[in-house]
Nanobody, 128 residues
Framework: VQLVESGGGLVQEGGSLRLSCKAS??????????IAWFRQTPGKEREGVSC????????FYAESVKGRFTISRDYNKKVVYLQMNALKTEDTGVYYC????????????????????WGQGIQVTVSS
């Protein structure tokens, strides 16, 4: 399984970006994967940002991004998007896409060690 992120870059505070995570080499249907976005800044642990559960049965968001970020899927393209609006400087970091064949709940969606497949990450920088 390969995950490739795109769409990162530099944006001013209050602006928007849309990240994409293109999945390929899947061993099962795209629908069978829970796919999440994580982010990491230097000196901090990787943290969960959002997750699209298997078959999109549910979505999860970190409290810090609720109301500003939206996760969605394009089944034809096998892409998961993270629409990020009203960006803040604290949203700066390297964003990673992760996937696994595991149904998620409120306590497991953001566990880094629960995801088998990871992208290389992409930088998002929000300037003040």
């Amino acid at each position: 399984v390969q995950l490739v992120e795109s769409g990162g870059g530099l944006v001013q505070e209050g602006g928007s970006l849309r990240l994409s995570c293109k999945a390929s080499g899947l061993t099962s249907c795209f629908d069978d994967y829970s796919i999440a976005w994580f982010r990491q800044t230097p000196g901090k642990e990787r943290e969960g940002v959002s997750c699209s559960n298997i078959s999109e049965r549910s979505t999860f968001y970190a409290e810090s991004v609720k109301g500003r970020f939206t996760i969605s899927r394009d089944y034809n393209k096998k892409v998961v998007y993270l629409q990020m609006n009203a960006l803040k400087t604290e949203d700066t970091g390297v964003y990673y896409c992760a996937a696994d064949l595991t149904y998620r709940d409120d306590t497991t969606w953001s566990l880094v060690n629960d995801y088998r497949h990871w992208g290389q990450g992409i930088q998002v920088t929000v300037s003040s």
